[in-house]
């Protein structure tokens, strides 16, 4: 049998810093970043919320429940 030499976080973690970083981009606050981060990491979205630049309106998804994939 041949193991990974991936950890098993690994894909999570990696999720959450390319969310971070994009979310941190938007002029959004640290606790804000973190939260939607996390989010996004685990269910794979991060639901709509509000940034400072220009208040806009976001969704970053990956494959949560109710997108089409496809589109």
């Given at each position: 049998?041949i193991q ?9 973690a990696r999720h959450w810093?390319?969310a971070?970083r ?8 640290h606790?804000?970043a973190?939260?939607?981060a ?5 269910l ?6 509000f ?7 976001v ?13």
């Open positions: 049998m990974s030499s991936t950890p098993p976080g690994w894909r999570v810093q390319w971070y994009r979310i941190k981009r938007l002029e959004c606050s606790a804000i973190c939260y939607r996390t989010r996004y990491s685990l794979g979205c991060t639901g709509y919320f940034c400072n630049k220009g208040l806009l309106k969704h970053l998804y990956r494959s949560c429940r109710g997108h089409d994939s496809s589109a």
